[in-house]
């Protein structure tokens, strides 16, 4: 059971090691199929995971260190997946793709991605962040020669270091009360009465710094938009899918676990908590990220400011403190994951071959290359909320628990959102659906695309389609996740 | 088993709509005749049913498909039919089967007739949208009921913008979809307090709107909540003051998508919003029924006038369907039989009307490639199938007797008066005023002389066109002269809708 | 035959409309187009004439009744019948009709649908005359406005936009009034059988809509009055008349001054004295003064004309306010003795009027084709030229001067007989008028025939020609009919006289 419980770890640090030997045995035209390697370590990974090591009852392994249970792994099998598509897409980087140490670095992270997931305690939570966090310093100023992307990296790495650091005395403080590092055991420690409720609150206010920097909610989201637009396109879908992700995992186990006594404090005729603050936060999230979304003109940018917008929906599940939000939040994370990839992949696709990701630059792609831009459609309106696309039904769920909790504010600001979001959305699929190219002779330029390519944006178009149809397995594993938290 | 009517129905223009995609781009006419094999397997299957509950008598949900969809949440893929939507799904047959048929697009020294430019696309999101609208006349489940809902809603923008009037299209298209998705957005939040109170009331949480019928809300949570949700729906009715999207829309849109658009979708808005608006919570309908009595009798006589002083040909359609959806939801208002009769029956008719009139617009937009009235004139002699096909649906906007405007209109009004009389008296004023404007178009632009830069390059209209003026018109006639092909039917809807008006 | 003794009334009804759409079947030979045509209409006429001949006017209520389903839904049925007031007027319309088709043989211009638009026509206004529903009654009175519309707008002549419009208009905007009434009756009874809502509108007491129910009465007696007023036309409401007649083409002008005019005032009989008695009677006044102003300012119109056809056409106006004053003489005193003289002689006039009015549009007709012109002032002398042509228009003026011996005195002279004890001034004031009828008919024939020849018409292309056979065919049953009325009034008076006697 222990070995069982880090099984995908394990595997990945196999393939980690795997990737490095090879990298300097093949010539350097070659090594974009570490790519291939990568990738197929993945899918082997992830299948592997899958038949030998499903979780059963949540246990607790290595000294109590990880936790084996359904969210985690769930979380797990996600992470790896977009780790495994993330390969795919660096492969034809120019930049990236033929250098052996980005695979590396990625699945470096990856290993930090999954620990977090699982962690259940706060030492090893802390390690699990900064293990996922350099690679993707590293990954994110991966072109030296770019000064974007320099300054992405650095920027994302001062950010981190920073807002961690804040989270670590947040943590450290919580040790402190609680005399206990173990994520189960501050539920005991800390009831209410006992402690006190204002520096209880304060502290996860300090907590919410940390994790809030790596799922970018606001205000901790401007390292975002300069780092998706100066990181090579790859490791930007990456940020804000997977790293995103690996956040909200830790969000829903601290708070479910750990702050169960301090969701709504009864305060004169409000009930005050951390729901409190995350719902604030929620609704400003969602606002700013949507609004700031409007104006842009370069698409890295704008789904920069529409991840930011979607931690802001995600929220609301977490928000909403139930079995059901939680199973909202988890399931919302698939959808988005699944489409945001698609959606990154082809900025990545178009952006290879135009050598810009402005919006002018997506003119009359419809007609260059009809079925990308169907992928892209697919993907936009799925981020848009429509069906029958995953990201409908997610959105759907978590306003469901908003709506349960009685959050109704919040989910009509959401819905007041999503609507500005469908504009900016359709507004890009105008590019590529009604504007021509200068010359209208698209005919004569269509978009090349490369097998890795075409592999993996029509995984993720099928994958955005199915979570949007058939939904009943999907759910049924976030609610899993969920049931283990409660 | 029997068959499995509704789902067939349902899914396969999605179905459709994929294969036309995977077909190469070059070849158009492919595309096409799988469109219209599409087209044609709905109609036939659409009529069956109305057929088969026609003449069997039958009453209440029928032709009953249940499957899991998420049980976990309750919710299931339900469909089912009654007197109300058999008609609607019907209607949706026509629609489609006749916007196929006059966007097949013929290639003509003077005509640039149907699409012409990625019919594969075209086709493709309309059937999607196509699907979206059977599946929403068809659930019983009122998350499928949403799920389809916007389904149908999204690619109305693409096909408008793609294929729309170069000169608003842009404007228009975005209008469109933000008011209608925040309409149903809003709707949605009531849906979902509903379902969480009906299942804190029965015990079983479930999507399932037979369940949820007899959920017992409580006066006060049908009263919050009944606006919101009949409101979020009935911006798609084009109901004053929300309508505004509407005449833009229809005019920036394609010629089928105008049809679908103003025939079918309208409906869309009318038909959520009674089926979730009203049937889920009467209490609050019959609280807030004056408010929507008001909007809607605004919307009828103001709509009425400014079609009057359009002199855009598709604008005249646009606002006249705008007052049209006014008397449904004037119908709606009512709440008693006579009314809601009306309203049913009004639905059916103005979407075959108004379907047919985008069409002849289009027709003419088409040869004529102007769309001002004081610019057309003489239509009639080089094209006198669309000049008769519009008188006849002139008439049936002007509740006409003997056409099914009048069927539909007459109960309405009898409704009214049972409720609030005066509003009759003041909404039967855009009677007149229809009948003055239609006619004012049928004179100005059908006939009349024909400017000389038209003679000889305004050429007929296709077999095809023919054809499917011919199927609306015939439907229009029809039901004016024999109501009882559709109109029982449409009462075993009401009567289920007055039980629960009056048992809850 | 029994199944056409009791399916007469609705062979007669849908015969003509039947065999206007299997017109739209048949080749497009104009001969075969006319001929048909007219033998449609003549099988109505034949059928017409055999129920006569089987009517028993003694018998009590209508008869040849029939009852089909046509709109359960709301409690409307196809319901016909006949009583001696209504055959009149079924025998009036299928007399004419044909008459009408016949002096159409002229018309080249789009012959099919100028054909089929009079067969509908003619099942319109015999829809009216049998209808014993009430909605069915108003569907058919509005269906008829459709053809004739159509037929002015089309076939008429140069001013006819302005004059179609003006006639759907007015007349639509009359009708409004007319509907809302119905609907009312209808939402409150649930049914639109005359007899039942008859009785049971005559016997409600207290409130309604929460007026005193007699308000409410008065109010509804307006606003049928109005809509049939606009029809007979009563003066003020006659304005679209001039123009209708005189745009229509001659046929349409027939039909239109033979029946049209008659729909107004058979609705007067049929709805409006036995719906509100105790209304009739205290407005009788008013419709009294409006009936002494329409014979009076008729007259001075009709002297006042250069056109010929707006002569006429004034003189309709004229003629009609005698069948209206007579109306108001008998509501005014109904049950007595000079009340049923006064309704016989406004039924007959009914009649009488349809028979000298189509012949008087049809002689202008028969003139206007040959010199194009209406002006009176163009004309003089032609007597001469056209012996037969005169001899026939100074036969028909006579009858509408109301010279002994020919119908229109023996109706007049009932009318201003039973009126006179009951509305002695406005009777008196009505009789001055007659001699301006006599002035202005006197006129009409001097300009055209007598006076110095207009050289113009006596030579060369102009030349003017007599009368054709076929069109002194059309003339010969008119004439035949006004003598024979004139010299013998009994077999018609009778029939009328019971069931006047039973009515009022």
Request: with cysteine; net charge neutral; aromatic share 14%.
């Amino acid at each position: 059971m222990t070995f069982l419980s880090v099984l995908p770890e394990s595997l990945i640090l196999l393939l980690a090691v795997i990737v490095l030997v090879v990298d300097p045995f093949w010539k350097e035209e070659n090594r974009r199929n570490l790519g291939w390697l990568t990738a197929a370590g993945c899918l082997v990974t992830f299948i592997v995971s899958v038949v030998f090591a499903r979780p059963g009852d949540p246990i607790f392994t290595f000294g109590n260190m990880v936790s084996f249970d359904w969210l985690g792994f769930f979380f797990k099998m996600l992470f790896i997946f977009g780790a495994g598509i993330t390969a795919l897409f660096l492969m034809d980087h120019e930049k990236v793709g033929r250098r052996g140490e980005a695979y590396v670095l990625l699945l470096a992270s990856t290993i930090g991605m999954c620990l977090m997931a699982s962690a259940a305690d706060l030492v090893m939570l802390y390690l699990a962040i900064e293990t996922t966090s350099i690679p993707l310093y590293i990954l994110a100023g991966f072109m030296l020669a770019d000064d974007r992307s320099t300054e992405a990296g650095f920027k994302y790495m001062l950010y981190g270091a920073m807002t961690s650091a804040v989270m670590l005395y947040g943590l450290s403080l919580l040790f402190g009360m609680a005399d206990t590092t173990n994520l189960y055991g501050l539920a005991a420690a800390l009831k209410t009465g006992q402690v006190p409720a204002g520096s209880i609150l304060g502290i996860i206010f300090l907590i919410i710094v940390g994790l809030g920097f790596k799922v970018s909610i606001v205000p901790f989201h401007f390292w975002a938009p300069d780092v998706y637009e100066g990181s090579p396109t790859p490791v930007a879908g990456f940020l804000s899918t997977a790293s995103k992700a690996a956040g909200f995992a830790v969000i829903v186990r601290l708070f479910v676990i750990a702050f169960p006594d301090f969701a709504a404090l009864p305060v004169g005729a409000f009930n005050i908590g951390w729901t409190t603050i995350l719902a604030i936060l929620a609704a400003v999230t969602m606002t700013v990220g949507n609004l700031l979304a409007l104006p842009q003109k370069n698409l890295k940018r704008l789904l920069a400011y529409s991840s930011i917008a979607h931690a802001g929906y995600a929220m609301i599940g977490i928000v909403a403190f139930s079995q059901l939000g939680t199973a909202s939040v988890v399931f919302y994370m698939l959808a988005y994951i699944v489409t945001n990839l698609a959606a990154f992949g082809i900025v990545m696709t178009v952006g290879r071959v135009v050598g810009s990701d402005e919006y002018d630059a997506y003119r009359g792609l419809s007609r260059r290359s009809p079925g990308l831009a169907l992928v892209m459609l697919v993907a936009f309106l799925s981020l848009a909320g429509m069906p029958p696309f995953g990201g409908f039904i997610a959105k759907v769920v978590v306003f469901a628990a908003g709506v349960q909790a009685s959050f109704v504010w919040l989910v009509v600001l959401g819905i007041l959102n999503s609507v500005v979001g469908v504009y900016y959305y359709l507004n890009v699929m105008k590019y590529v659906y009604l504007y021509r190219m200068e010359g209208e002779q698209e005919a004569n330029c269509p978009i090349a695309l490369t097998r890795p390519y075409v592999l993996a944006l029509v995984v993720l178009a099928v994958g955005v389609v199915l979570v949007g149809t058939i939904i009943a397995p999907w759910f049924g594993l976030s609610s899993a996740a969920a049931a283990s938290l409660f | 088993m029997t068959f499995p009517f509704l789902s067939v129905i349902v899914f396969t223009p999605a179905v459709a709509g994929m294969v036309i995609l995977l077909i190469p781009a070059g070849k158009k006419n492919v595309a096409r005749s799988i469109a219209l094999a599409a087209a044609v397997l709905d109609i036939v299957l659409a009529l069956s049913v109305y057929v088969t509950y026609l003449t069997q008598h039958l009453v209440g949900y029928q032709f009953i498909e249940q499957y899991n969809w998420l049980p976990a949440l309750g919710i299931s893929l339900h469909f089912g039919v009654d007197g109300m939507s058999t008609p609607l799904i019907l209607l949706t047959g026509v629609v489609m089967f006749t916007g196929v048929l006059i966007s097949w697009g013929e290639d003509h020294a003077h005509v640039q007739a149907g699409i012409q430019d990625r019919p594969r696309e075209f086709f493709a999101f309309l059937f999607i949208l196509a699907s979206g609208v059977f599946g929403v006349f068809a659930s019983l489940d009122l998350f499928m009921l949403f799920f389809f809902y916007e389904i149908a809603v999204f690619p109305m923008y693409l096909l408008i913008v793609i294929w729309g009037w170069i000169q608003t299209r842009e404007y228009a298209a975005m209008k469109l979809t933000l008011y209608l998705f925040l309409g149903s957005v809003i709707a949605l939040v009531g849906a979902l307090a509903m379902y969480w109170v009906a299942g804190h009331n029965t015990g079983t949480y479930t999507f399932d709107m037979l369940q949820m019928e007899k959920a017992n809300f409580s006066p006060q949570f049908q009263n919050i909540w009944f606006l919101p949700v009949f409101f979020g729906f009935a911006v798609l009715g084009g109901i004053w003051p929300f309508h505004n999207w509407s005449p833009d829309g229809h005019v920036a849109a394609p010629t089928a998508v105008s049809m679908f658009h103003a025939g079918v979708l309208m409906k869309l808005g009318a038909f959520a919003a009674l089926r979730v608006g009203i049937m889920l919570l009467p209490e609050g309908a019959k609280y807030w029924s004056w408010v929507i009595m008001l909007c809607a009798a605004v919307a009828v006589v103001y709509g009425a006038f400014i079609a009057f002083v359009q002199t855009d040909f598709k604008y005249v359609i646009g606002f006249s369907s705008v007052s049209h959806m006014g008397l449904v939801m004037l119908g709606l208002s009512t709440l008693n039989k006579a009314g809601l009769t009306g309203a049913g029956v009004q639905m059916f008719s103005h979407g075959i009307m108004t379907a047919l009139f985008f069409a002849v617009v289009g027709m003419v937009y088409d040869r004529a490639h102007t769309r001002q009235i004081p610019e057309l004139g003489g239509m009639s002699k080089p094209m006198p199938w669309p000049a008769i096909g519009f008188i006849i649906g002139s008439l049936v906007s002007m509740g006409m007797p003997g056409f099914s405007g009048f069927i539909a209109e007459f109960p309405i009004f009898l409704g009214v008066w049972q409720t609030h009389w005066l509003v009759a008296v003041i909404a039967s004023i855009s009677i007149i005023v229809t009948a003055a404007y239609v006619m004012l178009v049928v004179r100005r632009v059908f006939f009349g002389n024909m400017p000389e830069k038209f003679v000889d390059h305004v050429g007929p209209v296709t077999r095809l066109d023919k054809l499917a003026i011919g199927t609306l018109c015939l439907l229009m006639v029809g039901i004016g002269l024999f109501p009882a092909i559709m109109v029982p039917m449409v009462q075993t809807g009401v009567e289920h809708i007055l039980h629960l008006l009056g048992g809850a | 035959m029994d199944f056409l003794n009791a399916h007469l009334l609705s062979a007669i009804l849908f015969i003509p409309a039947i065999a206007a759409l299997i017109m739209l079947l048949l080749p497009d030979r104009p001969g075969l187009l006319r001929w048909y045509a007219l033998i449609a209409s003549l099988i109505p006429f034949a059928l017409a004439v055999y129920m006569w001949s089987n009517f028993q006017p003694s018998a009590p209520g209508f008869q040849f009744q029939e009852q089909h389903d046509w709109y359960a839904a709301i409690g409307s049925s196809l319901h016909l019948g006949v009583d001696g007031l209504s055959i009149t007027m079924v025998l009036l319309t299928t007399l004419l009709t044909p008459l009408a088709i016949l002096a159409s043989f002229s018309v080249t211009d789009r012959i099919k649908p100028y054909m089929m638009l009079f067969l509908f026509l003619e099942t319109g206004m015999l829809g009216v005359f049998m209808a014993l529903d009430l909605l069915l009654f108003f569907v058919f009175w509005e269906v008829g406005l459709v053809p004739m519309y159509f037929l002015i707008n089309q076939w008429g002549s140069a001013n006819r936009n302005y004059a179609s419009l003006k006639f759907m208009i007015y007349t639509m905007g009359g009708s409004l009034g007319l509907l809302l009434g119905i609907q009312l009756l209808g939402a409150l009874f649930g049914t639109f059988d005359l007899a039942i809502i008859t009785a049971k509108w005559n016997a409600i007491q207290g409130l309604l809509l929460g007026y005193p129910i007699s308000t409410v009465k008065a109010v509804i007696f307006w606003a049928f009055v109005i809509a049939f007023a606009v029809k007979v036309p009563i003066w003020p409401f006659h304005t679209w008349l001039p123009d209708a007649h005189t745009e229509a083409p001659t046929a349409g002008s027939m039909i239109l001054a033979g029946v049209l005019l008659k729909l107004g005032a058979y609705g007067f009989l049929r709805l409006v004295l036995p719906l509100y008695p105790d209304q009739a009677r205290d407005f009788a006044w008013v419709l009294a003064l409006l009936a002494t102003a329409a014979i009076v300012f008729g007259a001075f119109g009709s002297l006042g004309q250069s056109d010929f056809k707006r002569l006429v056409a004034y003189s309709s106006v004229n003629h009609m306010g005698f069948v209206v004053l007579g109306i108001a003489a008998a509501a005014l005193a109904a049950g007595t003795q000079d009340a049923h003289i006064a309704m016989n002689g406004a039924i007959l006039q009914m009649f009488n009027h349809g028979l000298s009015a189509a012949g008087m549009f049809f002689l202008v007709g028969v003139i206007y084709e040959r010199t194009h012109t209406r002006d009176l002032n163009q004309y003089g002398g032609l007597f001469p030229l056209v012996p037969i042509y005169g001899g026939i228009l100074i036969f028909t003026s006579m009858a509408s001067l109301g010279l002994p011996g020919l119908n229109g005195f023996i109706s007049e002279f009932l009318v201003v007989r039973g009126s006179y004890p009951i509305l002695t001034p406005y009777t008196a004031i009505s009789m001055l008028g007659l001699l301006f009828t006599g002035a202005y008919i006197l006129k009409g024939i001097l300009k055209v025939l007598h006076g110095p020849l207009n050289e113009h018409w006596a030579h060369g292309e102009h030349k003017l020609t007599e009368i054709k056979p076929r069109e002194v065919i059309v003339m010969v049953p008119l004439m035949a009919l006004i003598l024979f009325i004139g010299i013998w009034p009994a077999w018609i008076l009778d029939v009328i006289n019971k069931a006047v006697t039973r009515l009022f």
